[in-house]
């Protein structure tokens, strides 16, 4: 496929049939702590990317997994704050914040001991626990995975943006979790349980790509300012990577968080599958850095048990 | 939350939501065994006309009327007295549990794995059950079908009940983590053991009550450890029920004071573990 500087990139298909599509734009933003610093950051990182905001519904998704404040299994309280300030400094009519943890049925609870009733004023007022949220059955719009329907919580699919706001880390089943694996949480337990097992067993990468194309108002913030490296989801350890990355293109925003943790996105498969028949947003020179360059923040995240297949730059 | 406010929680429809909104079928069989157990009655019995009319042809409950399958809740449902919910209805129930397992003990996928060459997965040897049918068992929904045909067993013991029961509790004891008690139901993943979670060591223990295990010793005093640091009210609950299956709950145990009980399933779980220490008791009696 032949890729041309410009707004608008064309491609092949591979039967002779063109496909134009808009490069990417992904922010990349140095962040060595978690400080006050993060507000300006956050609000001037999302307003590069000119989200239309105003008078608008946004639905914050943090990746809320466990009861702890200090490791770095969850999305850091701080990050949702800020970027809870920044869409309402950008005119937001309202911003929620909602999650669905796949392991813990007790999700306030979870989100008291992880920190964030004291970080975010009046947190519980403006949180939608998606396990147990109003759900609609819908059918995948492009169905990847075994599911023909799934449910999916009302305040989710009623969002005018849904953010995700996700934690860099490695993944044991799909080899890396960022912005669009994390739509997971929007699946309710309620009707799926804990974990969400039925979409282990229609395909987890399949399944991601299904969440992907249901969600079509989606922004992505990735916090990587301290992510996870080894066996995670969970049980992996601190990586301090020092970025935010962030895009309205959610396949953009993985794939440069792959390589920034020295993952080959092309062989992450639901962003293959998420990506298209020619995976044109999954090509570094088809989506536009703003910011650092990946070299400059590029670290080598340890891979999980049996996935050094995954590592980028090797066949 | 008092019976009082229970009570103001429940939808014109008769049944009850998790905090606010559409009503569920988990949060009203809780509600429903919590005001039983209270002797209220004008509440219950809007609430067990929701649910009846809520049960679906296989005789399972999906878990709310929105949902077009059966699934776990039926064995919360299945924990209401026969002569409450109907005869026939709680027959019914009691053989959609009989009739689930997880897919990963089936003998559809047993024989796949053989064909496969795949060495038997030795976490799949017991039958447990699954939050939905078509997935696999956890411990959740094994511990909560566990107490259903544990009370049903009291009125009519089958066979087939006592085996269930037992395959289910071997289920738990193999799903035990290294250092005691469960969580979600994994173990171990990838060679790394997994950490147990407060509430569902405590649900396993209250699914395990008259078993005998070795293993249990140490699910009891990480259960013990839990509840002195814990600040979850699903998780106290479910800990102190635990515990009291195994006559093991310190005397005078009183949750503490600034645990939150928000949900409906949490405030009717509080009244019915209460009730219990007042001889009153509709989880296992």
């Known amino acids: ?315 | 939350m008092s019976i009082e406010l229970l009570v103001s929680k429940q939808n014109p429809d008769g049944g009850w939501p998790y905090l606010r909104g559409r009503s569920w079928t988990e949060p009203t069989a809780y509600a429903v065994l919590a005001l039983l157990s209270a002797g209220q009655n004008e509440a219950v019995r809007k609430g067990l006309d929701w649910i009846r009319s809520a049960q679906r042809p296989d005789g399972g409950w999906p878990p709310q009327l929105s949902v077009d399958e059966s699934s776990w809740v039926t064995s919360v449902v299945s924990l209401l007295p026969p002569d409450c919910l109907g005869e026939a209805a709680h027959a019914r129930a009691i053989q959609w549990i009989l009739s689930t397992s997880g897919k990963e003990s089936s003998v559809l996928y047993q024989v796949r794995w053989w064909l496969l060459g795949t060495p038997r997965n030795p976490d799949s040897e017991f039958a447990g059950w699954p939050w939905l049918p078509g997935s696999a068992a956890w411990v959740g929904p094994t511990s909560l079908a566990i107490l259903a045909l544990q009370k049903e067993r009291r009125r009519k013991d089958t066979p087939t009940i006592q085996e269930r029961i037992g395959q289910g509790q071997s289920f738990l004891l193999r799903r035990m983590c290294a250092e005691g008690g469960w969580n979600h139901g994994s173990a171990r993943a990838l060679g790394y053991e997994s950490r147990p979670y407060p509430e569902t060591t405590g649900m396993g223990l209250a699914a395990l009550r008259g078993a005998s295990s070795p293993k249990l010793g140490k699910a009891l005093e990480v259960a013990k450890g839990f509840l002195t640091e814990c600040r979850s009210a699903d998780a106290i609950n479910w800990l102190q029920l635990g515990l009291m299956a195994h006559h093991q709950l310190p005397e005078g145990y009183c949750p503490p004071a600034q645990v939150a009980y928000r949900t409906v399933p949490e405030t009717s779980l509080l009244m019915l573990v209460n009730a219990i220490g007042n001889g009153r008791d509709l989880i296992w009696g």
């Open chain 1, 1 to 315: 496929m032949a890729v041309t500087a410009g707004a608008v990139l064309a491609g092949s298909s591979g039967c002779g049939e063109d496909i134009r599509f808009q490069p990417s734009r992904v922010s990349i933003v140095r962040v060595p702590n978690y400080d006050q610093t993060l507000y300006d950051t956050v609000r001037r990182t999302v307003a590069e990317h000119a989200p239309d905001v105003r008078g608008r519904n946004i639905l914050l998704k943090p990746n809320m997994v466990e009861f702890e404040p200090h490791s770095c299994i969850n999305t850091n309280p701080l990050v949702v704050h800020a970027a809870l300030e920044a869409f309402r400094s950008l005119g937001a009519a309202t911003v929620r914040i909602a999650e669905g943890p796949g392991h813990r049925r007790n999700t306030l609870d979870l989100a008291d001991a992880a920190g964030y009733f004291n970080m975010i004023p009046g947190f519980e007022d403006l949180f939608t626990d998606l396990n147990l949220d109003e759900v609609s059955r819908i059918r995948p719009t492009r169905q990847f995975s075994r599911l023909e329907k799934v449910y999916l919580p009302q305040t989710a699919l009623s969002a005018d943006l849904l953010v995700s706001v996700a934690k860099m880390k490695t993944h044991h089943w799909t080899g890396a979790t960022l912005s669009m694996k994390n739509l997971f949480g929007t699946v309710p337990s309620g009707v799926y349980g804990w974990p969400k097992n039925m979409l282990h067993w229609a395909g987890i990468d399949e399944c991601v790509a299904d969440l992907h194309s249901l969600y079509p108002r989606h922004f992505a913030i990735v916090d990587g300012i301290v992510g996870m490296e080894g066996n995670g989801p969970i049980e992996g350890v601190p990586k301090p990577a020092g970025v935010l990355v962030a895009g309205s293109d959610p396949v953009a925003v993985d794939a440069t968080c792959c390589r920034i943790m020295g993952i080959d996105p092309y062989k992450i498969a639901y962003l293959r599958l998420a990506s298209g028949e020619v995976h044109a947003h999954l090509a570094e020179e088809n989506i536009t850095q703003i910011g650092q360059n990946i070299a400059d923040v590029a670290l080598t995240f340890e891979l999980p048990p049996y996935r050094a297949g995954l590592r980028l730059g090797k066949a």
